[in-house]
């Protein structure tokens, strides 16, 4: 960036620093329409940016693509717009609209001299394009965070591992099995087991669709490292389907199998001392068709 | 050179190991346990590894080395408190112990190992007769 | 591509092995591994830090944390001027071993990294690069 141009535009941004504001947030204003953002925030960012990019150019910064400050101000309020759902070229738009009241500031201050207006124009196109080009990269940035966790969300929410009695843990899978979906699922349940300290988890496949070959790799391989943490796992739903494709497969899951979660269950209890057993007719409290509970207003 | 030590509690052998096991280290607590294990008359081995971050196939392999040999000297070894992250590892690798016995964590692993205890000192009275009859 | 950091170990007794470890980890987390991709990566230093020291007689690892556009992870490069590897087919399956291990240390490395690629020659040595990305 030629350093005349720098020293030109940084007087003229001290000096007509109000109007330029002014000039600008008129024609930001069409942003705050639908109320995403307000006025004052706005008006907050635009006066900040305005000082910032001042101060880069009184200091002498003479780089095409601003200050780190400049950057770090530009990288917030990108962050800010994605989250609140702007598009990306209404956010660098935020940027680009500081050029119209700046040419005309330049414009005026030099007249008729046609060397030094080109100049400064282009030393200004360059930088603000690349504060906007700066600007859709963060906000990209920004995008692809917010996927990411939102990824991650789904996929815990996706897989809840239940406790179903001191010592059980039940993992009931839905929906179709991908490899890497597989890992997250089992890398949860493993945790789950430390925490909850179970010595039993069962893995209900009832809703699972098909399981290829890498999918079973998968189970086979947490039943091993639930074994090698001293946790046993039962695999309780395989469908029909599945343990026909799955031997056809030549996979074979050589491990504890139920036909359904309910079995599986009665076999955790059963393993952990404990059984199920029928309440005995009138042996506590009063039978529910008695009618109201005690206290009840009739 | 730094040796891991070993505990007596009661009939067990109390292990924990909490350093970045190196090799030699490993062959030294094969060593140690084993002797250990004749001198104390122990009839069960715990060892925790819930410090370890990693067990590679070495470390893997002795403990299934202890695990073997304390079998043959009528003990039983019990490691406990395996990671999660070094229990998928271990999978991923294609080690996975099959003669050793787990527990979640130490209260259980001696839990383990107590009952293993009583059941045999049972046979053992329900035997005797038979096979010692002059006792 | 570029490399941020870069440290080489050397590999000539047991303690190095340990001394591998570390370096991977510092270096594993440092690029935001998860805990289980830590783990495997660490691991499979390990087993290929004892490769160098036993079968080729000692040896370097350079350890480098890698940031490219797309991806950011950890790369391992171990050498050694041993004999080399007369069939590495052979040397990658489960079970295969000349010496004292249980031969899983080359298939089992394996397994555990994104990234896995030998270069041996017979009376030259032996360079194993492995990664494991975020």
Request: with cysteine; hydrophobic share 45%; glycine share 10%.
């Amino acid at each position: 960036m030629a350093s005349k141009a720098v020293t030109a535009l940084a007087g003229l941004l001290a000096s007509r620093e109000d109007k330029i504001l002014a000039a600008w947030l008129s024609t930001l204003a069409g942003a705050t329409a639908d109320g995403r953002i307000s006025r004052t925030e706005i008006e907050t960012q635009a006066r900040d940016f305005l000082r910032a990019l001042r101060e880069s150019m009184s200091g002498g910064d003479t780089s095409s693509t601003g200050s780190a400050r400049l950057r770090d101000m530009l990288s917030s309020i990108s962050r800010s717009r994605a989250l609140l759902g702007f598009s990306p070229s209404e956010t660098a738009t935020f940027v680009f609209s500081l050029k119209l009241p700046l040419f005309e500031e330049i414009r005026a201050a030099h007249g008729s001299d046609g060397e030094a207006l080109a100049r400064d124009t282009w030393t200004l196109t360059e930088l603000l394009d690349q504060l906007g080009l700066h600007t859709i990269e963060v906000f990209q940035k920004s995008r692809e965070e917010i996927i990411q966790r939102q990824q991650d969300e789904i996929s815990e929410l996706s897989t809840p591992v239940v406790k179903l009695w001191n010592g059980i843990l039940a993992l009931p899978l839905i929906g179709t099995l991908d490899s890497a979906r597989t890992q997250v699922v089992m890398e949860n349940l493993l945790q789950s087991i430390v925490d909850n300290g179970a010595e039993i988890a069962i893995i209900d496949i009832t809703g699972v669709p098909t399981v290829d070959t890498l999918v079973a790799q998968h189970l086979l391989k947490t039943v091993a490292a639930a074994r090698l943490m001293g946790a046993d796992c039962i695999v309780s739903g395989i469908r029909p389907q599945i343990a026909q494709t799955m031997v056809h497969l030549g996979v074979e899951l050589n491990v504890v199998s139920k036909a359904s979660l309910a079995d599986a269950f009665a076999l955790a209890l059963t393993r952990i001392g404990r059984t199920v057993v029928p309440i005995r007719s009138g042996g506590s409290g009063q039978p529910r068709s008695t009618g109201a509970y005690p206290g009840a207003l009739t | 050179m730094d040796r891991i030590p070993i505990l007596k509690l009661g009939h067990s052998l109390l292990v924990t190991i909490q350093v970045d096991m190196h090799d030699r280290l490993a062959m030294a607590l094969e060593e140690d346990l084993t002797q250990k294990i004749v001198s104390s008359g122990a009839k069960g081995v715990l060892i925790d590894i819930s410090a370890l971050e990693i067990v590679d196939s070495f470390i893997g392999r002795t403990l299934a080395n202890i695990a073997g040999v304390s079998r043959m000297l009528d003990a039983d070894t019990v490691v406990v408190g395996m990671r999660p992250a070094v229990a998928i590892t271990l999978v991923e690798l294609g080690l996975s112990l099959p003669g050793v016995r787990t527990a979640l964590n130490a209260e259980r692993g001696m839990a383990l190992i107590s009952r293993r205890v009583a059941e045999a000192d049972r046979d053992g009275a329900a035997d005797a007769p038979d096979v010692h009859g002059d006792e | 591509m570029s490399t941020v950091t870069s440290e080489v170990l050397a590999i000539r007794t047991g303690d190095d092995v340990v001394r591998v470890r570390q370096g991977v980890r510092t270096a594993a987390s440092k690029a935001g591994l998860s805990l289980v991709d830590q783990t495997k990566i660490i691991t499979a230093a390990s087993e290929l830090a004892r490769n160098t020291l036993d079968y080729g007689g000692g040896g370097t690892a350079r350890i480098e944390l890698v940031q490219e556009p797309m991806r950011r992870g950890v790369r391992i490069i171990f050498e050694d001027q041993g004999p080399g590897i007369p069939d590495v087919e052979q040397a990658l399956s489960d079970g295969f071993t000349t010496g004292r291990g249980l031969g899983l240390g080359l298939g089992g490395s394996k397994r555990l990294c994104n990234e896995f690629r030998i270069e041996t020659e017979a009376g030259k040595g032996t360079r194993v690069t492995i990664a494991r990305w975020r």
